[in-house]
Nanobody, 125 residues
């Protein structure tokens, strides 16, 4: 299984971005999908997750109401829509996939088995 994430950019505060995640080598509907981010000097943060069983979504409090995670199983794609970006959102974002662990587990900080190389989001004030 290979995970490729993309879509990061440098934007001003208040703007939007949409990150994309392509999962190849298997059927996406077998995998829970999460997005994590890491800023320099900070711990990895589980930002959002979407279940592969019931489509339920989970968000970190820091992004709730601004970020939206979605998935298109038919295209093996997942997305993270980032709205109303803030300078504190500056980080490297990576897509994660796991066929056994669930979103609640991801939120507790457990690593998913597959992840992308990361895409940089920089937000200036």
């Amino acid at each position: 299984v290979q995970v490729v994430d993309s879509g990061g950019d440098s934007v001003q505060s208040g703007k939007s971005l949409k990150l994309s995640c392509l999962v190849s080598g298997s059927t996406l509907d077998n995998y829970a999908i999460g997005w994590a981010r890491q800023a320099p000097g900070k711990e990895l943060e589980a930002v959002a997750c979407i279940s592969n069983t019931d489509g339920r979504t989970y968000y970190a409090d820091s992004v709730k109401g601004r970020f939206t995670i979605s998935r298109e199983n038919a295209n093996n794609m997942a997305y993270l829509q980032l709205n109303n970006l803030k300078p504190d959102d500056t980080a490297t974002y990576s897509c994660r996939a796991d066929h056994e662990l669930t979103c609640p587990t991801f939120r507790r900080g457990y690593e998913f088995e597959f992840w992308g190389q990361g895409t940089q989001v920089t937000v200036s004030s």
